[in-house]
C-alpha cells in the first residue's frame, strides 16, 4: 500500500528485531546503583514530618536538601518543583529519592519512611486559572447582532495517556565534575538545560546521550526533566552511576497526560445559514503546575476554527490549576481538543437545521488566501477539496451515508483538520534558534549531527536520506548516530510535528552547501542556523498573525458498527487522505499515519482515564485501554503532494497531523449510527447507552 | 525462610499439601501479577509456595463416566484444542486475554483465585461442572458453585489441590456466550452472559443462565430456571418481563474503573431479553 | 536452596535461584539478555514475551519454577534462524516496527502462531499478536509483515 521504491531501508531495524537495541533499562554500567522515588500519597497538603530510618551503609536519601541551584524544573514557568518542599499538591508528587544497590533494601527503606502530612482542601474542576489567553478576528459583537440564528454547544474531551510500550527512566553517571545522563527522552537540550538549571553547572559539565526510545509521543518531551533533575542531584551528591527506571503504574500515574477539556461554542448564523460568527471559550486542566499548559492553550486557541474559516471569531481560554496529575505534551498538543470540538459543531449546527451536513462544511472549509483564525495568511494552496473527494470514493462515503441513514448499527464519519507546523507563533526563532551541523572527516564520511530523536517515527532514516539524497552520496557514506549533546548542536526538541520540516529543511541547505563546497580528503564543517521566513510575523502577547509557517492538512474516514445490546463500538474501516507538503519516505509517513489514526480515533472511543477526587482510577495497562491488534480496523490511505517551499523538497509536518482527525471522524460515525449527538469523548458504550436514554 | 516446593509427583505435593501451610502456584498469570513486588524483585508471596503446573498427572483432557474430565492444570490454550471439549467453554477461551497467557493459564488457577469477573467460571457454572479436590486422605468432588463462596474466597482446604473439573457430557440446542469487555482482546469482562438450551420441538427441556462479573460470584438460579423448564417458547416469551425482573434482582453490579452498574445492569437485561426474544 | 534445570536457548541451566522469581528478570539480570523487556509486569503488553516448548508466553508472570525442565528460547537465540530472518526482513519491508519495543515480543507472538499454523488468515493473525500491544504502528503494518513472512518463509513453518 505503499510504494516501496520511495523508502529507504531503516537503519536501526535489525538491532530492534533482534532484541539486542539497548534501550535504557537494558543498559548497565559497572558499580549502578538504584534510586526509587517516595511520592505523597495525598492530593493536597502540608509535610508536616519526616522521619527516616536509620539507612545501611551505602544508601542515600536525596532531597530538596541536596538541590545545588534551583528547585524548580526549567521549563516556562517556576513552579514546577524538582522535589517538593513542605507542600504537596498531587497524588504522586515526588518528595525525594531513595538510592542504592539493592532493590529489596530499597523497598524495605521505603516502607519505614514516616512522613507526616496536614491534608488542605484541594481544588478540582475548572474554578483556579492559572493562565488566561484569547485573541479576537473582526467584529464578532456584531456578527452575533446581525445573526438569524445563534446556537451554542459544549463539548467535553478527557485524559489521554500516551501509553508508549517502555516506560519512563534514566541512567546517569559521573565522570570526574561532569555528569552524563542517558534518557529515554525526546528532547536531550530540554533535559541538559534543566540540569543545568537545577544544578547551575556550567555547560560543559552536563553531557545528555540519546539511546533508542521506546515510544514517547509528547509524554516524553518535557517529563523526563523532573527525572533528569534529581537523578543529576543524586549523582552529585552521592557521585556513583545512578539507574531509576518507572514501574508502570509508577509511570501511568505520575507523568504527564493529555488535557481534560471543556470547549464553550457559540455560532451567528446569517440569513444564508452561513457561520459568520463564532464565540469559543476553552476550559483546559493542567493539573498541579503549569508546566506546557499555557503553550497547549495556545495551540488549542488557535485551533479553534479547525479546516474552515470563520470570519469573525473570538476565542479565550483558561489553563485550571487542580490537584491532580500535571497534564502536559501528548501528540496534537491541544489540537485533538478542538478538532473534536470544530468538527462536532460544525456538524451539529446543520443537523440542527435541517441541512445537508457534508455541503455545510465544505462551504466553509478553508482556501488558499483567507485569513487564518489568527489573522495570519493561508498563504499556500490548500487542497482539500480534492482530498475530500478521494476521501469519499475510497470509502464510499456517500453510498454509506444513504445505506445506513435508517440503520442504528452501522455508521459513516468524516473529519476534516489541518495541523499548524512547527512551535506555535515565533518560538522557532525567539526560543529554540535550531541550530544543524554536517562533519565530514578526512575519509569523506559525513556525520549528521542533531538532537532530534528517533522515538519509532524513523527521524534517523528520514533525515538521513534528506542528507545522502541532497548530496548525491550513497547512504553508507552519512552517519546519522544517537544524539550526544557533547557532539551535536541544538536543533531544537522533537516535538510539535519540526523535526521533518524545520531539522529536515536545515539538513537540506547544509548538505546542499557542503556538497557545493566539497573538498576531498579534507576535514569540513557546516553548521546551518534556522531564520524564520520574513513572512511570518507573529504577536505572542496578542496572539496574532502568521502563528504556524505551514499548514498540513487531512480528511479522516471512519466507519463503525455499534451493537444494539451492548452498545459496544467495532471499527470496520479506515480511510485517510494527507497533505503533507511532501513526503520524504512513504514507509515511514504511512506507519505515521497508521499509528497516528489509531491513537486519535482510540482517543475518541475506546482509552478511558478518570480522575475522582484527584485519584486516577486507571493506572496500568489492564485498566487503562489501548487497542489491541483485534481493534484495529484495515486502513487505506492516500498521500498527496503539495509542496511547501521552506520544507526540504516541500515537506511539511506529519507526526501529529495524523492523530488529530481520528476522534472527530469516529465520533460522527457514532452519532449517524445512533442518530443522536455526541458532545463528549471517549464515546464509550456506557455514554453511548446514555445517549441513547436506555438507563 | 521461605520454602518453595516443586514436586515431582501428584502424591509428593499431596505429602507435602498434608504437612505444610503453601501457597498453589499454577500458571502464575494470577497470583505473579497479584502479588508482584518492583521490577528485578520476586513476588511478595509471603508464605510456602509449591509450583504444580508442570504436574503431568494434572494436564489431560479425556472421557469417561459421562463426563468430560479435565486436569486442573491443562493449559486454556490446550483444552480449546481439544475436540471434546464442549463448545460453550471453547468459545469462552476463544476471547479470554491473549495467547501468551492462554498458553500458562489453567483452571486450577481460575478457580482458585475465584475471581468475580472469571469467563470460564461462567462456563463451569452453566455446564455443571464438578471439582474434584485431592488431598492426602482421599477426594471430595463438589458442584463449582459450592466450591466458590465470595470474591476470591473458596471452601477448599490448605491440604486440597484442585485435581480435575469433570464436565457432564451433554447436547444443547442453543448455546450462547458474550463477553462485554472493554476491547476485543486481553480484556476482564465488565459483563459476561452464558445460555444453554436444550429443546424439544417447541418445549424447553433444560435451559440454564449465567451471568459473570455483576456479583461476587456467577450468577445462575436454578429456581428461576425450575420455573422456565418445561414451558413452551411462547410462553416463554410471555414471561418475558418477570424473567427480566428476576434475573434484575439477583445480579448485583458495581460502579468501578472498568465499567458502571448501571451499563452493567442494562447490558446483562438486554442480553438475556434478546436470548428469550429471538435466540431460544 | 532449590535447584531449577531446564534449557534455555538451547544449553542446559541449572539455577540456585528463589523459584518464584520472575523468568524475565532472571533472563534480563542473571543472564544478561535483555532483548525481552519489561511494558508492564502485567502480562498486557506482551514485550517480555518468550518461547516455552515453542509456544509464546509472557516471561513477567512466570515464575522461575515453572519452567523447570522446560525450554525456554528468547528472542536473542531465535533471532538465529532462518525463521527469524523471513521475519525480519518481512518486518523492514511491510514498516512492521517503528520504535522498536514491542518487536521482539511481536516477532515470538508470529513464530508461535506460524509454529502451529503456517498459513494463518488475517484474523488469525490479529488474535495471533493480540497479546503483544504496539503503540506506534496501529498494528496494521505489522499483521502485513506476518502475512508477507508466512508467504515468503513457505516450507520453513
Known sequence: MFDKSKSSPKIDHDEKCSGSARYVSDIQIDGMLFAKTVRSPITKGIIRSIAIPALPDGYYIVDHHDILSQNFVKMIYKDWPVFAVDEVNYIGEPIMLVVGPDKAVLETIIANIKIGYEETEPTFGFTKSAVTKGFKKGDVESAFSKAKTIIEETFETGYQEQAYIEPQGMLGYPEGDKITLIGSIQCPYY????????????????????????????????????????????????KQPIKLIFEREEDMLVTTKRHPSITKMRAALDSDNRVIGLSAEVSIDGGAYIGLSGVVLSRALIAVTGAYTIPNLTANGNVYITNTVPTGAFRGFGAPQMMFAIEMMMNHIPKRLGLDPLEFRLKHLAKQGDLTSTSGLFRDPIIMPKMIDKAIQISDYKQKME????DATRGIGMSFFLHGCGFTGSGETTIIKAKVKLRKDEHDQVYVLVAAVDMGQGCRT???????????????????????????????????????????????????????????????????????????????????????????????????????????????????????????????????????????????????????QGKLKQKNFTDYIIPTSLDMAPTETVLYDNPFAYGPYGAKGVGELTLVGGAPAVAMAIENAIRRPINRIPATPELIMETLGHE | MVRHIIPKTLQEALTYLSEGTFKIMAGGTDLMIQKRSTAGLPPKIGQDVIYLFNLAELRYVSRGDGYLKIGAMTPLEDIYHHPDTPELLKKVIYEMASPGIRHMATMAGNIGNASPAGDSLVALYVLDARIKLQSISGERILPISDVIIGVRKTIIRPDELIAEILIPVDNFNVIVWRKVGGRRADAISKVSFAAL??????????????????????VRSRQIEAELNGKSITELRNMLPSILEKYATAIRPIDDQRSSAHYRRQVASNMLRHLIEKEI | MNKITFTLNHQPVALELDPSMRLLDVLRDHFKLTGSKEGCGEGECGACSVLVNGRVVNSCCLPLGNVNGQEVVTIEEFAKTKRYQVLKDAFHDEGGSQCGICTPGMIMAAESLLNQNPHPSDEEIRIGLSGNLCRCTGYNMIVKAVHLAAKKGAGLW
Open chain 2, 197 to 218: 438450551i436444550k429443546r424439544n420441538a417447541e418445549v424447553i427441556k433444560d435451559i440454564r443462565i449465567a451471568f459473570g462479573a455483576v456479583s461476587p460470584t456467577v
Open chain 1, 462 to 612: 528520514s533525515l538521513h536520506r534528506v542528507v545522502y539524497q541532497t548530496m548525491d552520496l550513497p547512504p553508507q557514506q552519512v552517519t546519522f548516530d544517537y544524539p550526544d549533546t557533547d557532539d551535536v548542536p541544538d536543533s531544537g526538541p522533537t516535538v510539535a510535528s519540526r523535526t521533518m520540516m524545520i531539522v529536515g529543511g536545515l539538513l537540506a541547505r547544509a548538505s546542499l552547501k557542503l556538497k557545493q563546497t566539497w573538498k576531498p580528503g579534507i576535514k569540513q564543517e557546516i553548521i546551518e542556523q534556522y531564520v524564520q521566513p520574513s513572512y511570518v510575523v507573529w504577536d505572542e502577547d496578542k496572539l496574532q498573525g502568521d502563528a504556524y509557517p505551514a499548514y498540513s492538512w487531512g480528511v479522516n474516514v471512519v466507519e463503525v458498527s455499534v451493537c444494539p445490546l451492548t452498545y459496544q463500538v467495532k471499527l470496520e474501516g479506515i480511510w485517510s487522505v494527507y497533505d503533507v507538503g511532501k513526503t520524504i519516505d512513504e514507509r515511514i509517513v504511512i506507519g505515521q499515519a497508521d499509528g497516528g489514526i489509531a491513537q486519535g480515533v482510540a482517543y475518541g472511543y475506546l482509552e478511558v482515564m478518570e480522575a475522582k
Open chain 1, 191 to 238: 533535559v541538559k538545560n534543566a540540569v543545568l538549571n537545577c544544578l547551575g553547572y556550567p555547560e560543559d559539565q552536563v553531557r545528555v546521550i540519546q539511546p533508542p526510545v521506546g515510544g514517547a509521543f509528547g509524554g516524553k518531551e518535557e517529563f523526563p526533566s523532573t527525572i533528569a533533575c534529581q537523578l543529576a542531584t543524586a549523582i552529585a551528591k552521592i
Open chain 1, 403 to 406: 445505506k445506513y441513514a435508517h
